[in-house]
């Protein structure tokens, strides 16, 4: 049996036999208690108790405008997340639910028709499969056929992370979005900490470390990912934050998009955006990550790889961009809001803007 395969056994038994419930969890690290927008919070309340008591995750990941898109929730568990994006879908949309312990899946699946008539469905618009996130073909997923990618605190799990993203970037859609949740790290989690497997159910020994994020999307074509959100990780089991000594954990939510034109700077091109104030539920503001506060009908000055974001995805009817890359200005100047995914993204790029 290689490593990886032990490291899976090792996450099923953890999540699928020794917790019970979420109250369960030694550390804050896949407990979702950030902050929750009001419209989302209505849909929780229409969601079973048992889906939501089992459930783990660090965040919300849960972006704008799914109404009638296809979504892929990867490592779904009981479904919380994947019934809460049916909701947002509506009746044309479809969700498709992967994860690798039945235990779970079975919690999911029992729900789905008194969750399809508590949202007033006259049809199911979810589908759980049993698979790994490692291998989405096994699980029917085709490519360029996801419109957007969600996953809830569980990519650190894979042994394989290199796989994972390699697949999510395979089945979106061209201008499709990856937003998912997750710990990441802020150095490289030494082998002892890693082969713990108690600190690795708790989501901590398989955390990436920021800059290695970086540098794994980069080398996928990815060169420019966003931050949504990002919070300090409270481990609360002394045992466990004796292990990991001096490394901090972050729960962050990550926006990334399959775009070909994205690069790994800041450019100016002397483009500019004015927001128009149609997407649903937003008709103030928009937010493309946690330092682009669009305003409506104010004009901002942008980089290429903000422009390519709000130009050539779903979010392109609502906005309206001037200018285009036919001349270039050297780097676009991002003051100091630039998000950090890692210490050094300052310096190296990576998403700077």
Known sequence: MTDSILTLENVKEYYGNTLQDNGDLKTSACCSNGSVDKSIAKIFKLIDEEILSKFYGCGSPLPAMLDGLTILDLGCGTGRDVYTTSYLAGEKGFVIGVDMTEQQLEVARRHIDSQMQAFGFSRTNVDFRHGFIEDLTSVGIEDNSIDVVISNCVINLSPDKSRVFQEIFRV??????????????????????????????????????????????????????????????????????????????????????????????????????????TVPGAPNYFLLDDHHKFITGKPELVCGNTASMLEDTRFSPHFRVAGDRSCHYGLFDCGTSQPVIGDAAKSSGGGCC
């Open 172 to 277: 979106l859609k061209p201008g499709g979005e990856l937003y998912f949740s997750d710990v990441f790290s802020s150095r490289r989690i030494p082998e002892a900490v890693k082969n713990d497997p108690v600190i690795y159910g708790e989501c901590l020994g398989g955390a990436l470390y920021t800059e290695d994020f970086r540098r794994l999307l980069g080398k996928l074509g990815c060169e420019d990912c966003r931050v949504m959100s990002k919070r300090l990780i409270e481990v609360g089991s002394e045992e466990i934050r004796s292990a990991v000594e001096m490394i901090d954990f972050y729960s962050m939510t990550i926006r990334a998009f399959k775009l070909a034109d994205l690069e790994d700077t800041c450019e100016d091109y002397g483009q500019s955006v004015v927001y128009l104030g």
